[in-house]
């Protein structure tokens, strides 16, 4: 029995983030996107295979615990929608915000297209935002902290 085109495309997407947002094999995004892949979005999003590399690393060196879980997952036709959680402990800089120890969670949903088995373009929404807010919050306060005289 084959499977759907709608299960080969979820299979595509749980190894992207088993396999290498989780497990770190970025060697494997190749295999994953399509080398004309696109990540729409706020400002110019990575390209290729070669750009979510590079993405990635920036993520790890940040967060170098970033956990991906896919909460739901629909897929019909050439598309898969997520709903993912994430989470992390800050132990890198991101944004020019040093290293806070701080431990965050953030939600997205992402929505993808897939052709040939390979994922070719991304969309997305992040309530990321709120993080670096709060990680620029605690910083600030950390920073405070170690500038005060001890009395």
């Known amino acids: 029995?084959?499977?759907s085109p709608e299960a080969t495309n979820k299979a595509v997407v749980e190894r992207l983030v088993r396999d290498i947002v989780n497990g770190g094999q970025?060697?494997?995004l190749d295999e994953v996107l399509?080398?004309?892949?696109?990540?729409h979005g706020v400002g110019p999003g990575p390209s290729g295979p070669e750009g979510m590399r590079r993405l990635i690393?920036?993520?790890?060196t940040a967060f170098p615990d970033w956990q991906d879980h896919i909460e739901e997952m629909v897929a019909e036709d050439d598309l898969v929608v997520l709903k993912i959680?994430?989470?992390g402990t800050h132990d890198g800089p991101l944004l020019g915000i040093d290293p806070t120890g701080e431990a965050v969670q953030w939600g997205m949903i992402e929505m993808v297209r897939l052709a040939d088995g390979k994922i070719t373009e991304q969309w997305g929404y992040s309530d990321f935002a709120e993080v670096v807010r709060h990680l620029r919050k605690v910083a600030a306060a950390q920073s405070e902290q170690r500038s005060e005289p001890e009395a």
Request: aromatic share 10%.
């Open 26 to 28: 970025v060697d494997l």
């Open 1 to 3: 029995m084959t499977d």
């Open 57 to 60: 690393a920036t993520w790890r």
């Open 34 to 39: 399509a080398d004309d892949f696109v990540a």
């Open 85 to 87: 959680s994430a989470r």
